[in-house]
C-alpha cells in the first residue's frame, strides 16, 4: 500500500496536461467520486442481494402456480398474481428470473472488487464492476419492461415491484456514472506518474552518461605525458665522449 493516497482532486487542479480527460461527473451530489464510488460499491452489493432473492421468488411462485399442477397444504401467500396464461410466455418468464438470478452472482462479486480496488486506488481493479453493472442495468432496463407488459398491473405486488426496478435503475445508472468517473481521474494519475517516472529516469540516463564522459575527459588531461620524461632524461644525461674530451682539454 502506498503511503501517500492519491489524491485525484488535488492533481487536477494541478496539473495542465493535455492528455488530463475531463470525467464525466466531477462529484457524486453530495460527496467526491472516491466516496461516491464507494457508496456505489455497497448499493449494488444490496441491489445485487435483493435481485437473488427476487430472482428466486418469482422462480418459485411460477413453478408452484404452474396451470394443472396439484398441491396439498397450506401456503402462506396467495399465487393469484402469477402469470398463469400462454405456456411460452410463462416459460419466458421462469428464463428472465433465472438469467437475472445468473448475472446478479458477478455483480456481487465484482462489487467486492470493486472496494478493494477503491482501498487500493487501482483502476485496473473498477474495471470488472463496470462491465458487470452494464451488463446488468441493460439487461434488467429490458427483463422488467417486458415483465410489466406480460404480468397483470392490477396486484399491488406488480405495480410495487416495477416502481422499485423502475428506481434501481435510475440509481445503477448515476453509480455507474460516478465509478467510471473516478476510474477516468484514476487513470489519468496513473498515465502522468508513468510519463513522470519515464522522464525521471531518461534525466537519470542522460546524466550518468554525461559524467562518465567528463570523468573520461579528466582521466586523459591527467595522464602524464612519457615523451617529455624521457626528452628531459635525455637532455640531463651526461654524454661519457663529452666528459671524456672535457678531461683531456
Given amino acids: 500500500m502506498q503511503s501517500i493516497?492519491?489524491?485525484?482532486?488535488?492533481?487536477s487542479?494541478?496539473?495542465?496536461?493535455?492528455?488530463?480527460?475531463?470525467?464525466l461527473v466531477s462529484d457524486a451530489l453530495f460527496t467526491d467520486l472516491q466516496n461516491g464510488s464507494y457508496i456505489a460499491a455497497l448499493y449494488s452489493i444490496v441491489v445485487s442481494i435483493f435481485c437473488i432473492a427476487h430472482s428466486i421468488f418469482d422462480t418459485y411462485c411460477l413453478v408452484e402456480a404452474e396451470p394443472g399442477a396439484t398441491h396439498y397444504g397450506y401456503y402462506p401467500i396467495s399465487f393469484d398474481f402469477v402469470y398463469a396464461g400462454n405456456a411460452h410466455v410463462r416459460s419466458s418468464l421462469i428464463a428472465v428470473a433465472i438469467i437475472s438470478?445468473?448475472?446478479?452472482?458477478?455483480?456481487?462479486?465484482?462489487?467486492?472488487?470493486?472496494?478493494?480496488?477503491?482501498?487500493?486506488?487501482?483502476?485496473?481493479?473498477?474495471?470488472?464492476w463496470?462491465?458487470?453493472?452494464?451488463?446488468?442495468?441493460?439487461?434488467?432496463?429490458?427483463?422488467?419492461?417486458?415483465w410489466s407488459v406480460v404480468n397483470d398491473m392490477m396486484f399491488s405486488y406488480h405495480i410495487t415491484i416495477v416502481v422499485l426496478w423502475v428506481l434501481i435503475t435510475i440509481v445503477n445508472v448515476f453509480s455507474w456514472v460516478v465509478v467510471y468517473s473516478n476510474y477516468q481521474e484514476l487513470s489519468d494519475i496513473t498515465r502522468l506518474e508513468d510519463m513522470a517516472k519515464l522522464k525521471?529516469?531518461?534525466?537519470?540516463?542522460?546524466n550518468m552518461s554525461h559524467g562518465s564522459h567528463h570523468q573520461s575527459?579528466?582521466?586523459?588531461?591527467?595522464?602524464?605525458?612519457h615523451g617529455g620524461s624521457h626528452a628531459g632524461s635525455h637532455a640531463t644525461t651526461p654524454s661519457p665522449h663529452a666528459s671524456r674530451s672535457t678531461a683531456i682539454m
Avoid: D, N
Avoid at 5 to 11: D, F, L, N, P
Avoid at 102 to 121: N, T, Y
Avoid at 217 to 225: G, R
Fill in 130 to 146: 463496470l462491465i458487470c453493472m452494464a451488463l446488468f442495468v441493460i439487461w434488467r432496463l429490458v427483463s422488467f419492461v417486458y
Fill in 5 to 11: 493516497g492519491r489524491s485525484t482532486r488535488s492533481i
Fill in 217 to 225: 575527459i579528466h582521466s586523459m588531461h591527467s595522464m602524464p605525458s
Fill in 101 to 128: 438470478l445468473l448475472l446478479s452472482f458477478p455483480l456481487l462479486v465484482s462489487s467486492v472488487v470493486l472496494l478493494v480496488g477503491l482501498r487500493r486506488e487501482r483502476e485496473q481493479r473498477l474495471e470488472p
Fill in 200 to 206: 525521471m529516469g531518461t534525466m537519470s540516463s542522460l
Fill in 13 to 23: 487542479t494541478r496539473s495542465s496536461h493535455k492528455s488530463w480527460k475531463r470525467p
